[in-house]
C-alpha cells in the first residue's frame, strides 16, 4: 500500500477558534479548506498520518522524528492550554523510515525524552502540528502519527528524505496520509509578523504555479536571494513532501490562498495522476549549474572565500597560494576583512577583523572564510553537504575614525564602541538595525559595555560584495 493523499497545510493558530476569537473569520477560506481536508481524510481513514513540521524540536544539523509510544501538546503558548491532544505515534514506521535515512548518509536522529532532556525539553506536539490536525480531528480519530521535524539539510537531501518516507510505507504496507506543514511568505504586509518585502508576494506566486504545475525541478529552482528575503517555513516541508511524490507525476490543487495578516496561508491537495520518472537527476543538475556558477563568478572576493572554506572542508587544507584570479588590489592592499555566511537567509558564521591581521586583503579573506565556517563559537562547523546552501558575503572595511553620535548613519557607517580593553562592533546596513540607537544598543550588548560609561566611538565605511 502506498499514501492515500498529499497535503499543503498552513498552520496559523489564529485559525483555531478557541484563538482567534472570532479573528479567524477573517481568514475564512483558509478555515473552510482545512474543513474540507479534514472530512476529505476522514473518507481516507488512514491508520498513519506522516506529518513534517517546522517547529518541533529542531536539531541543527539532523532530521528529528519523534520516538516515544506517545505524543501530546497543547496551545498554552496561544493562550488556551484547553485545546490539547495526544497521539500513538506509529514507531515502526518512524523507525523504518530513520534506518533506510541512516542508510544513506540522510543526518537524521530519534528524538526521545533521554535526549531530550539534555536540553530541559521533551517530546512534544508543536502548533505546526496541532493547527492542522485540529481540523483532523473534528472529523476523524484513532489514526497513529510519524511527527517529523526537519532541519536545514539541502534541498537534494530533504528530497532523498522524502523519498525514503514513501517507501518506508510502501515495504510495510501501511495506510497513510502525508501533510506537509507551512506557511508560506511571512513579509506580505508592512504590519506583518516581519515587514513587507516584495520577494514574499513574489515567492509565494512562483512557488504556488510551480506546485500546481506539478512542476519540481521550477520549484527547486527558484531564486535564493527570493526566498531568504520571502521569509517563509514551509518550503522544506514541501520539499520532502515532493520527495515521497517522486515517481509521480501530480498536479497540485489550490483549494484557497490569503494573506490577510501579512503571511501566506495555501492549502493545496496533491492530486496524482500517473508514474513518472524520478526527479532526482534533474535536482542533480541544478546543484551542477550552481557549482558551474560559482566557479565562473566574476567578484573575486567572494570567490576566494568560496574556494577557501570549500577547499578547506574537502581537503582539511588551506588554500597553498592565492588563485590567479586574485586581483592586485587584493594582493597590495591591507584592510580589515569581515566574512559572513547565510544559510537560507539566517547567519551560519561571521568572523572578522577590525584591524588587519595578515599581509594583504586576500589572506585576509582566506583566513576569516576558514574562522567564520569553522570557528564561529556561536555555530556548530559548517559541513561540506551545506556549502551548496551558503551564501557568501565578504566586506572590506575602511580605516577607522573617531565620530560623535551625530555622525553615524547605520546605513551608510558601522560602528565600534570601546571602553578600555572591551570592544564591539557592528556592520553597516543591517536588515532591522534602522537607527543609531539601536546600532549602538546592539555593539554596547555584544562589547559588554554599559550605556551610561563613557565609551568611545569610531565609524568606518566597508565595501560589500555579495554573490550575485
Known amino acids: ?56 524540536t529542531m536539531f541543527q544539523d539532523a532530521i528529528a522524528l519523534s520516538y516515544e509510544d506517545e505524543i501530546e501538546g497543547d496551545l498554552k503558548h496561544f493562550r488556551v492550554p484547553e485545546v490539547t491532544m495526544k497521539f500513538k505515534i506509529n514507531k515502526t514506521l518512524t523507525s523504518k523510515i530513520f ?30 502540528a496541532i493547527v492542522p490536525l485540529y481540523f483532523v480531528n473534528k472529523y476523524f480519530n484513532g489514526y497513529k502519527l510519524v511527527h517529523i521535524t526537519y532541519t536545514e539539510l539541502s534541498d537534494i537531501d530533504l528530497y532523498k528524505f522524502g523519498r525514503f518516507i514513501s517507501k518506508a510505507v510502501e515495504e510495510l504496507n501501511e495506510k497513510a496520509v502525508f501533510i506537509a506543514s507551512g506557511d508560506l511568505s511571512h513579509r506580505l504586509k508592512d504590519d506583518g509578523p516581519y515587514g513587507f518585502d516584495p520577494a514574499g508576494e513574489k515567492f509565494d506566486r512562483e512557488f504556488l504555479d510551480y506546485l500546481q504545475n506539478g512542476d519540481v525541478k521550477g520549484v527547486f ?10 521569509g517563509e517555513c514551509g518550503r522544506r516541508s514541501t520539499a520532502i513532501l515532493l520527495g515521497a511524490l517522486d515517481g509521480k507525476k501530480f498536479s497540485g490543487e489550490l483549494l484557497s490562498y490569503e494573506g490577510t495578516f501579512g503571511v501566506g496561508y495555501g492549502v493545496m491537495r496533491f492530486n496524482v495522476m500517473d508514474k513518472d520518472s524520478s526527479k532526482l537527476n534533474d535536482l542533480e543538475s541544478i546543484r551542477r549549474e550552481l557549482h558551474k556558477k560559482r566557479e565562473i563568478l566574476k567578484d573575486p572576493y567572494v570567490r576566494l572565500a568560496i574556494d577557501s572554506l570549500t577547499t578547506y572542508l574537502k581537503t582539511g587544507e588551506e588554500l597553498a597560494e592565492a588563485p590567479d584570479y586574485v586581483t592586485e588590489e587584493m594582493l597590495s592592499h591591507k584592510r580589515g576583512v569581515f566574512v559572513s555566511l547565510k544559510k537560507n537567509g539566517n547567519l551560519r558564521g561571521c568572523i572578522g577583523t577590525i584591524f588587519p591581521a595578515t599581509d594583504n586583503v586576500a589572506e585576509e579573506i582566506m583566513r576569516n572564510a576558514i574562522q567564520a565556517g569553522i570557528y564561529d563559537p556561536r555555530f556548530n562547523e559548517v559541513e561540506e553537504h551545506e556549502l551548496d546552501d551558503i551564501v557568501f558575503s565578504v566586506d572590506v572595511l575602511t580605516e577607522p575614525e573617531p565620530a560623535k553620535f551625530v555622525e553615524l548613519n547605520p546605513k551608510e557607517y558601522g560602528v565600534i564602541v570601546s571602553f578600555g580593553e572591551r570592544r564591539g562592533l557592528l556592520l553597516p546596513d543591517l536588515e532591522g538595525v534602522d537607527t543609531v540607537e539601536q546600532q549602538l544598543d546592539i555593539a554596547l550588548d555584544k562589547a559588554g559595555i554599559d550605556p551610561y560609561e563613557q565609551y568611545n566611538i569610531e565609524k568606518f565605511q566597508v565595501i560589500r560584495h555579495r554573490e550575485d
Open 1 to 56: 500500500m502506498s499514501f492515500q493523499g498529499f497535503y499543503l497545510l498552513p498552520h496559523p493558530p489564529i485559525v483555531v477558534p478557541e484563538v482567534g476569537k472570532g479573528e479567524e473569520k477573517k481568514i475564512s477560506a483558509t478555515s473552510a479548506s482545512l474543513h474540507a481536508i479534514g472530512k476529505e481524510i476522514a473518507v481516507r481513514a488512514p491508520d498513519t498520518i506522516v506529518l513534517i513540521t517546522p517547529h518541533g
Open 99 to 128: 534506518e533506510m535515512a541512516y542508510e544513506e548518509g540522510i543526518a537524521s536522529v530519534l528524538a526521545t525524552d533521554s535526549i531530550l532532556s539534555k536540553y530541559n525539553i521533551s517530546v512534544s506536539l508543536d502548533h505546526g
Open 221 to 230: 529552482g527558484i531564486d535564493k536571494k527570493v526566498i531568504d528575503k520571502a
